[in-house]
């Protein structure tokens, strides 16, 4: 497979050539949908408290006694439907943590940067300005093309694209190795230098394409 590379200008340089068994497979979507859930239940803090009959103040005496009064009985002030009284059924702190097989998570990567390769929405910039300003990220974004929500891809962090693209509406910053479902999917656009295209394949295809378990082969002398 071939993506286009342009310059900062939005002039077209040449082609590159990427991995098929990254950037060309078929979407698997439910493995995608299934990334996406596990990833965003995993950024919950499920930190929720409420306090029930046996945590409010209060004291334990029975507030009238049962009989002859002619009234309900009450055996809690503290009961939930005082005021004051504890929550009935109210939330706890307790973790919405999902587990998802490394293979499954890497498929999704895959299937991602294949679904946006496929609709062309990937952008590879051979030269993105190098001098950390925020006006001049935002000429070469404009001149590519991009106007929505974006995502920009290094090959290892860098410190000046980063600067300038923080002050950038809908525009995130990151390295490949940070790449995720939900900020691919969330993405209209995916700008990546060529450094990030390599390491991606070097990440996610070839040889780590499904790692192996157990025990490791040693190399006969």
């Known amino acids: ?4 590379v342009f310059d900062a200008a939005g002039a077209r340089l040449r082609e590159i050539d990427v991995a098929d068994d990254v950037f060309g497979i078929e979407p698997n ?14 950024r919950r803090a499920g930190g929720a408290n409420t306090k029930r009959r046996g945590e409010v ?5 029975k507030t009238r006694k049962q009989k002859g009064l002619g009234a309900s ?3 809690s002030i503290r009961a939930s439907h005082h005021v004051g009284g504890g929550v009935a059924m109210g939330p706890k702190p307790h973790s919405f943590a999902k587990a998802l097989p490394r293979q499954m998570r890497r498929l999704a990567l895959r299937s991602a940067l294949s679904s946006h390769a496929t609709d062309g929405s990937i952008i590879v910039v051979g030269g993105l300005p190098a001098d950390g300003k ?4 935002q000429v070469a974004l404009a001149a590519n093309g991009i106007a929505r929500r974006a995502l920009l891809v290094s090959g290892e962090h860098d410190a000046v694209l980063a600067q300038a693209a923080r002050n950038i509406e809908n525009l995130k910053a990151l390295p490949a190795q940070n790449l995720n479902v939900v900020d691919l999917v969330n993405a209209h656009h995916v700008v990546m230098t060529e450094d990030a295209v390599r390491a991606i394949e070097t990440l996610w295809g070839g040889v780590n394409l499904k790692p192996h ?3 490791k082969e040693v190399a006969s002398a």
């Open 29 to 42: 979507r439910a493995v995608l949908h299934q990334a996406y859930v596990t990833q965003m239940a995993n």
């Open 134 to 137: 925020t006006k001049s990220m």
């Open 213 to 215: 378990r157990g025990r």
């Open 1 to 4: 497979m071939k993506l286009p």
């Open 57 to 61: 103040e209060g004291s334990t005496k």
């Open 73 to 75: 009985r009450q055996g």
